[in-house]
T-cell receptor
Framework: GDSVTQMEGPVTLSEEAFLTINCTYT??????LFWYVQYPGEGLQLLLK???ADDKGSNKGFEATYRKETTSFHLEKGSVQVSDSAVYFC????????????WGLGTSLAVNP | DAGVTQSPTHLIKTRGQQVTLRCSPK?????VSWYQQALGQGPQFIFQ???????QRGNFPDRFSGHQFPNYSSELNVNALLLGDSALYLC???????????FGSGTRLTVV
């Protein structure tokens, strides 16, 4: 079945460092891909999404490109801030009538000043 | 504009009991999905409701059931609680043809 694998955390960076969180997927058909963020004590928030191959999602300085050839959707940010400390989840949806989101395990990010 | 509202925020139940969790979707959304998130894990899809019917279901036993009301709000019921049902239960609402899911803050269920 469909699945998502993302790099294990925790990831600890200094402020202004470059961030990459790897995400790969296995899916039949043409899934849509998502990154969600969960700040401490808060619910899941959609960070960015891409619905077809080669699409680039971006938001708040974060970017991810839907790479069908490598089945990847890696999250990147050029310069992280302390306020980016959170848990990041990669997810996919199979598309069509398959509306459920399939999630990775999450990657915890801590940014130190 | 209120987002997704879930109640209660926390609750503690005893093994074998039954529990009902409630969700009010974001204004304008007509579809509600429920997820179970165990500690340190990603959410697992339980089911989705649209037009008061279960549209899709994940790999959860029949002890997990739900309902959607005409105002689009939803309930998740779990019967015969097990210790392993302890988790954060998340409700997400959306428009039926959109991937724009809005999540609530969840209900933390502890089974003792």
């Amino acid at each position: 079945g469909d699945s998502v694998t993302q790099m294990e955390g925790p990831v600890t960076l200094s402020e202004e460092a470059f961030l990459t969180i790897n995400c790969t997927y296995t899916a039949t058909g043409y899934p849509s891909l998502f990154w969600y963020v969960q700040y401490p004590g808060e619910g899941l928030q959609l960070l960015l999404k891409a619905t077809k191959a080669d699409d680039k999602g971006s938001n708040k300085g974060f970017e991810a490109t839907y790479r069908k050839e490598t089945t990847s959707f890696h999250l990147e940010k050029g310069s992280v801030q302390v306020s980016d400390s959170a848990v990041y989840f990669c997810a996919l949806s199979g598309g069509g009538n398959n509306r459920k989101l399939i999630w990775g395990l999450g990657t915890s990010l801590a940014v130190n000043p | 504009d209120a987002g997704v509202t879930q109640s209660p925020t926390h609750l503690i139940k005893t093994r074998g009991q039954q529990v009902t969790l409630r969700c009010s979707p974001k204004s304008g959304h007509d579809t509600v999905s429920w997820y179970q998130q165990a500690l340190g894990q990603g959410p697992q899809f339980i089911f989705q409701y649209y037009e008061e019917e279960e549209r899709q279901r994940g790999n959860f036993p029949d002890r997990f059931s739900g309902h959607q009301f005409p105002n689009y709000s939803s309930e998740l019921n779990v019967n015969a609680l097990l210790l392993g049902d302890s988790a954060l239960y998340l409700c997400a609402s959306s428009l039926s043809d959109s991937y724009g899911y809005t999540f609530g803050s969840g209900t933390r269920l502890t089974v003792v």
